[in-house]
């Protein structure tokens, strides 16, 4: 599968009052912790309002409309020039899966274009310790990296109406859990029963950037 990867960072406006800077280079934790390093920096810049990490980007908003972007512009590509990096310590949080059955009704669409075993699909899904790069799509959810390329597989072409909360899914080369019931164009393999999102909670999103998850083979079904 081909991955097409930025060579420099592009930044682009969001309207009047926000822009969006995407970084160069692979996913991978290296370059994710640039990005939260960059968030940490413009977070004190006084014309930035909000600085918002996402996977290999960063969106930031404004206070009020820049008289001037180039200044702007240069200013974000000297800070990523610099290379900081920055670590979050957080939790590694295990999360019992139940793998196949009804609730992974795509895990033999992965099976058949990875031309793994179902087992070897698990087993592989299961074995590595996912980093949370960032948090976004709907509340709760968390964009993961660390899974093993040999089980990455395309979207599907034409998107799940609803897929229940907790749905353990692949989409390219990245898995997720849903947050909370929606549509979804990602495989789903399986189900945990972990409630990400908690209206009445204090906070109500139960994970940050710098936790982890680890999945648990809870049962493999038929």
């Not at 310790?129 to 709907?138: D, E, K, R």
């Not at 509340?139 to 990296?145: S, V």
Request: hydrophobic share 40%; charged share 15%.
């Amino acid at each position: 599968m081909k991955i097409e990867t930025l060579t420099q960072p592009v930044i682009s406006q969001l309207g009047s009052r926000a822009m969006l800077f995407e970084a160069p280079g692979v996913m991978s934790l290296e370059n994710q912790q640039r990005i939260w390093a960059l968030s940490t920096q413009v977070k004190q810049w006084p014309w930035v309002a909000e600085a918002v990490p996402g996977m290999n980007n960063l969106m930031l908003t404004f206070h009020q409309p820049p008289e001037e972007l180039e200044p702007l512009y240069e200013a974000l590509q000297a800070e990523w020039q610099r290379g900081e990096a920055q670590t979050l310590e957080g939790r590694v949080i295990e999360l019992p899966v139940y793998y196949g059955g009804e609730y992974g009704p795509h895990i033999c669409d992965v099976a058949e274009y990875t031309g793994l075993s179902i087992a070897e699909i698990v087993r592989r899904h299961a074995q590595p310790q996912y980093p949370v790069y960032a948090l976004g799509s709907h509340p709760g959810y968390c964009y993961l990296g660390g899974m093993d390329p040999a089980i990455a597989t395309p979207r599907r072409q034409t998107p799940v109406m609803s897929i229940p909360g907790g749905a353990v899914s692949i989409g390219g080369v990245q898995t997720g859990v849903s947050a909370s019931a929606g549509p979804s164009g990602w495989n789903t393999i399986g189900h945990t029963e972990y409630v990400f999102f908690n209206a009445a909670a204090t906070p109500p999103v139960m994970l940050r950037p710098g936790d982890s998850l680890q999945f648990r083979v809870k049962k493999v079904l038929s």
